[in-house]
């Protein structure tokens, strides 16, 4: 993985993005020495994304059962708030 200031990135920006994108180099950008960025291949993008979802997916499965005769119908809320 490779670090570069943002300032060099910027100058270098189109050869930044192929590395990114042809050799999936991972590329931190950084400000002042701190990490504030990266630039990546949109595979890798897309990849980070299927995890992400599938993280969501199984959170949500478990807050349902968590939530077993605990839920309050959809109507009820609405009567409840009034609209």
Not at 17 to 26: F, G, L, Q, S, W
């Amino acid at each position: 993985m490779t670090r570069i200031g943002v300032s060099d990135a910027r100058d270098n920006l189109s050869e930044v993005v192929d590395r990114a994108r042809y050799t999936h180099e991972r590329v931190v950008l950084t400000k002042r020495g701190k990490e504030v960025g990266a630039i990546i291949s949109i595979d890798d993008l897309k990849l980070l994304e299927m995890l992400e979802d599938q993280l969501d997916i199984k959170t949500a499965r478990e807050a349902i059962v968590e939530s077993r005769g605990e839920r309050i119908p959809y109507d009820e809320v609405r009567k409840k708030l009034g609209l």
